[in-house]
């Protein structure tokens, strides 16, 4: 009798840590194309266009400083959750005149989450913004690299960045972007 509750304890952890890692993986997976997109709209690029759901599956591991803010910030919001639950169950007074008694209401739940969930998207959106702006000024600040096509014609630009399939080069106020196995040289993104 005891070896099957270890075991049926055993399974249900590693069920919940299954789903807790798949939350986390989609999360941080949605907040790197949000980053991502701001990253490429700062220069005019639509990176939709552009890239495939494998650029998206690998996008915030491309850059340690979206895995990083992502993970700090569902790690923060979790923490953030505990303690407003932790804070209501040993404070109950002090939570009630704190939330104006609302929390006695039947639709306080239902509010409390829904709040979170908004000033969590504001917050990334926010923070996606930011982001895209500082890391377009440093992509400005970097050192022009030189492409030479298959006919030895040779090109210099900024590296913006790439997807699997295009190479997006800043050169001067106008962004290029070259398809790396084409026919077609490039083209200019407006």
Request: charged share 25%; net charge positive; glycine share 4%.
């Amino acid at each position: 009798m005891k070896e099957g509750l270890i075991k049926d304890t055993y399974e249900l952890i590693f069920k919940e840590i299954q789903t807790v890692i798949t939350i986390f993986y989609i999360l941080i997976v949605g907040i790197g194309m949000l980053f991502t997109y701001q990253k490429y709209s700062e220069f005019g690029i639509n990176i939709f266009d552009y890239a495939d759901v494998f650029d998206f599956l690998v996008a915030p591991f491309s850059d340690f400083k979206i895995v990083l803010f992502s993970t700090i910030t569902i790690l923060l919001v979790f923490l953030f959750f505990k303690l407003d639950s932790l804070y209501k169950r040993k404070f109950p007074k002090n939570y009630s005149s704190m939330n104006f008694g609302w929390d006695k209401k039947s639709w306080f739940n239902s509010y409390r989450y829904s709040l979170f969930f908004i000033l969590f998207i504001l917050y990334i959106n926010l923070s996606a913004d930011v982001y895209g702006k500082f890391t377009s000024k440093q992509t400005k600040r970097k050192s022009p690299i030189n492409l030479k096509y298959s006919d030895n014609e040779t090109i210099n630009g900024i590296l913006i960045g790439k997807t699997k399939d295009v190479i997006f080069l800043l050169q001067g106020k106008k962004v290029k972007a070259i398809p790396i196995n084409s026919i077609i040289k490039e083209f200019e993104i407006e």
